[in-house]
């Protein structure tokens, strides 16, 4: 059964920093892509990044682009997100999703960005 668990959401300050885990089971982790999704209040969910099954390549929506870091430890089974310089409108829900054979997802994560 694969099963995606994340870990590591919070409170953060605007400028702060926060790094979401993403533990992986259940599939060959290093056989697939992982990618961060997430949900701000009231919106629909949003693509935030993904990495590639070897870690090689990375994507980010613009708006991440030099602030979110995606990374992936194989042995851990373990997919990251680190963010920087956090903003008010990070604040969302951030899910961790791997597609095999279907869409499967975390129950996802809290991140709140508040002074």
């Known amino acids: 059964e694969v099963q995606l668990v994340e870990s590591g959401g919070g409170l953060a300050q605007p400028g702060g920093s926060l790094t979401l885990s993403c533990s992986a089971s259940?599939?060959?982790?290093?056989?697939?892509?992982m990618t961060w999704v997430r949900q701000r209040p009231g919106k629909g969910l949003e693509w935030v990044s993904s990495i590639s099954w070897n870690g090689g390549s990375s994507y980010y929506e613009e708006s991440m682009k030099g602030r979110f870091i995606i990374s992936r430890d194989s042995a851990k089974r373990t997919a990251y997100l680190e963010m920087n310089s956090l903003k008010y409108e990070d604040t969302a829900v951030y899910y961790c999703?791997?597609?095999?054979?279907?869409?499967?997802w975390g129950q996802g994560t809290q991140v709140t960005v508040s002074s």
């Open positions: 999703n791997a597609y095999v054979w279907r869409d499967y």
């Open positions: 259940g599939f060959a982790f290093d056989d697939y892509a």
